[in-house]
């Protein structure tokens, strides 16, 4: 069998690829209402909040949209923290709306500083929202969260976190760690397919919501709101079948427990990045802040990466990412979340320590 | 088995289902690209359109939002043709993006006078394009949308379409009829499951994307055609699931052939307002514009639509759809588009026939 290793679209379990080809019921219809009930309420559990949830029908990204038009205004002056690509993309958004983005930029592989976020928020006090990347799925690093979300609250700014390869597979209890707005998406750590973006939105976010003036349709957080309180649907049609393989992989998620799942995250991304050293090959992230989802392996002289990827691909049916924009070439990514175990991720290993030789490398 | 006859989500076949079920594979890889390309060159043939064809992860609201935010600049005059809810809909995100809406509003139940659609563009010197709707899910009305392009189009105004109903069940050739953008969406008439927008985009409409102002970034068309054209892929990990759907679906639809489909098409329809008819219930269509893919039935004295619609739910498993808005317990909708034949609808005519009595129906 394949192993599908991108950081997403992540490989399904079977039971979830059945409810996948579930026949279509009426998306304003009873049976529906209780799927969308169970789902968000589930979702909740993950997301550690009490804060509403909402289902939105798109990539991502879309979620990532949705939380830049839905709470600011053009000319608000906000702070985004990039460590890769997609803190990048995450700021192109907020400027593409006609936010006034403050970027502060880290070098890729590393993790942001709190304390330079805080001496960031400071110095430029009009700040009204901090943008922040939970997990770099570009570089293969998690932020401390936990930390970064202290200054930005403590100087009572929004806080709007991309969890997109993060949530539901490492920790990030939005409560109690005061997140405003937190994205993610179905085909990361949730074994869903893509479709989805679901996103969490505090008593504040709303607070905010009321008077950003970014103009916003489709992903109306309103909208998205009340359509659920009022009625359990969706404003516009859903991805039925989405919610579909959420009904069984929540279950299957809640039934592992969160703390386990998050704890076997940690042991596989452990496993995973001692395997790469033990082949002589240097991992891209600072060790301190290496991500428990993604690894970004460095392509040391003489290894031809594109290569590595289609001998693995078309040979060991190990299907795994390329670097991204500058580091293409330079890197090569392994996704290891969702269903994933240390038995996976040590095969996936072997197979590459056994193309290494024909790729060119030399230990 | 369930006879879902909402206007979409519709029915999808067995096949169709089980490629919902298929295992992920990765979204930037070479099955992927040549799933996307065949896709996309089967769509343009039943689109018939050489134009490009996007595939947009999201509903068709969003479809629609995307076409007003490639295409127009806030404060450009726009004439809105609206028959109905999606209509109103289509008008009121172009007015959410600041764009300058003139509407022609037409009675529900009615179709536009294409006449009259060019006196108001005559009156309006300064408008820059029309929206309209194909066929209307509200009211079950199909626009004599060839007759109406001709008039925009001899004045050299932009055209763009809702056609989420229509396309794919009724005729609509993009090219022959020179519509500049044109809107779907999979749960319609394709018999895929809901989640992904499928725009046709022409060169004229390329030409107004380059001037228009209106921000976008998660709809923005360059990046989509840039994307597909160079690498076979779409900017954000689309709805991979949809795409092998549509894989299955549009093969289908080709083996049975356009032509017959509106074929089809048009005879189901036909039975189905001669059954309700034979019934002694009103159709709410003008009889000259009857959609062939929607049937909205007037709820006469007496009768009971919800009750109506619950007993044939519960009891019959047959799901029909409300009226929306105004329409709300006025009439009743029937679905017949996509995986639906003669036998179907006589057999929803006969269900409601048994019903109607215990809704408080007299003859």
Redesign the interface.
């Known amino acids: 069998m394949?192993q599908?290793r991108?950081p997403?679209?992540?490989?399904?379990p079977p039971e979830v690829?059945?409810a996948?080809?579930?026949?279509?019921?009426?998306?304003?219809?009873p049976e529906f209402h209780q799927m969308l009930t169970d789902v968000t309420a589930d979702l909740k559990k993950v997301f550690q909040t009490k804060n509403d949830l909402l289902l939105l029908?798109?990539?991502?990204?879309?979620g990532l949209?949705a939380a830049v038009t839905n709470l600011l205004s053009p000319g608000d002056k906000i702070l985004s923290v990039s460590i890769g690509v997609f803190g990048d993309r995450f700021a192109?958004?907020a400027k593409?709306?006609?936010t006034d983005v403050i970027p502060m930029k880290v070098e890729w592989g590393k993790a942001a500083d709190p304390d330079v976020v805080k001496k960031a928020v400071q110095d430029n006090p009009g700040i009204k929202a901090v943008l922040v990347t939970h997990n770099e799925t570009s570089t293969g690093v998690t932020n401390d969260l936990q930390a970064i979300a202290k200054v930005v609250k403590d100087a009572a700014k929004l806080l709007i976190v991309d969890a997109i390869s993060s949530m539901g597979s490492i920790n990030l209890p939005v409560d109690a760690w005061h997140c405003d707005v937190v994205v993610t998406?179905s085909?990361k750590g949730w074994m869903v397919?893509?479709?989805m973006a679901m996103v969490s939105v505090s008593p504040e976010a709303w607070q905010a919501h009321t008077t950003a003036k970014?103009?916003?349709?489709?992903w109306d957080f309103t909208r998205a709101k009340t359509n659920f309180d009022e009625k359990k649907e969706n404003?516009?049609?859903?991805?039925?079948?989405?919610v579909y393989a959420f009904t069984v992989a929540l279950k299957m998620m809640l039934k592992e427990g969160i703390e386990n799942i998050f704890a076997r995250h940690a042991r596989v991304g452990q496993t995973l990045r001692d395997g790469i050293k033990e082949l002589g090959l240097p991992l891209f992230a600072d060790p301190a802040h290496a991500s428990n989802t993604v690894t970004a392996v460095g392509i040391p002289p003489g290894l031809d990466g594109k290569k590595l990827r289609q001998i693995l691909?078309e040979e060991y049916k190990v299907?795994l990412?390329g670097g991204q924009q500058t580091l293409d070439g330079k890197i090569f990514r392994i996704g290891h979340l969702g269903m994933v175990n240390e038995k996976d991720v040590k095969e996936i290993v072997s197979s590459i320590g056994k193309v290494l030789p024909l790729a060119g490398f030399k230990k």
Not at 235 to 242: D, E, R, V, Y
Request: net charge positive; glycine share 14%; with cysteine.
């Open positions: 394949t599908l991108v997403g679209p992540t490989p399904c690829l059945k996948m080809a579930w026949q279509m019921v009426n998306h304003r219809g029908t798109g990539s991502g990204t879309g949209e192109n958004i593409t709306f006609g998406a085909q397919p893509p479709g970014i103009p916003r349709f489709y404003p516009w049609t859903p991805a039925i079948s989405i691909r299907v990412a």
